[in-house]
């Protein structure tokens, strides 16, 4: 019970912090950039996007089909190398379409989100023999991993500027160190002698 208690306050404070992130720093906001010619791009989006909701991207790397030959698979190799090094480059998320989704749905997927996570934090610092210090570095330094494992990949491979790179890395550690304050006031145990008896 203490945990569940302990993770829907850390989880009130998550979300505050998302909130105060992405409505009130908009630091963000400050990296995304508009398309010059937005109805253009869109109706190229309606026109081209044909999977319907998903991931695309562009240049697209196709697998060579089994019957390809080997000069044919070495051709669309070397085609999709050049067009990756001229541009232009895109991975992004597209919804061709309409959609049904709300801004109150969003904000209990949110909220939902973080108490799961400040209950498996949480679990994880349930086990935990150290000052409150200790604790809260802790939840910092899981802040830190889910930054490098989440955002640092898509800097590698996917062309995030170092910029976002840098603020979504913050955003994270910043989160989760809030986040494990509360949790390390209520969980785990303190270095102390009272709390071998």
Do not use: C
């Amino acid at each position: 019970m203490k945990l569940l208690f302990a993770a829907l306050l850390a989880a009130l404070a998550s979300f505050f912090w998302g909130y105060i992130s992405w409505m009130v720093m908009s630091w963000h906001q400050v990296g995304m950039h508009d398309f010059k010619d937005e109805q253009a791009v869109t109706q190229v989006i309606q026109e081209n996007a044909t999977q319907g909701r998903g991931i695309y991207a562009l240049p697209f790397q196709y697998k060579p089909l089994d019957i390809t030959s080997p000069e044919e698979a070495e051709e669309m190799q070397a085609k999709y190398e050049k067009a990756m090094k001229d541009g232009p480059f895109m991975y992004a998320i597209v919804r061709p379409g309409k959609t049904e989704e709300s801004m109150q749905q969003n904000l209990i997927r949110s909220f939902v989100r973080s108490f799961i996570a400040a209950i498996l934090l949480g679990a994880l610092m349930t086990q935990l023999t150290m000052s409150y210090p200790g604790k809260l570095a802790f939840a910092a330094t899981i802040g830190a991993l889910i930054g490098l494992g989440a955002d640092v990949p898509d800097w590698i491979w996917f062309e995030l500027p170092t910029r976002d790179l840098i603020v979504n890395m913050a955003d994270h550690f910043i989160e989760w160190t809030l986040a494990g304050s509360v949790l390390a006031f209520f969980l785990g145990r303190e270095l102390n002698v009272r709390n071998d008896h």
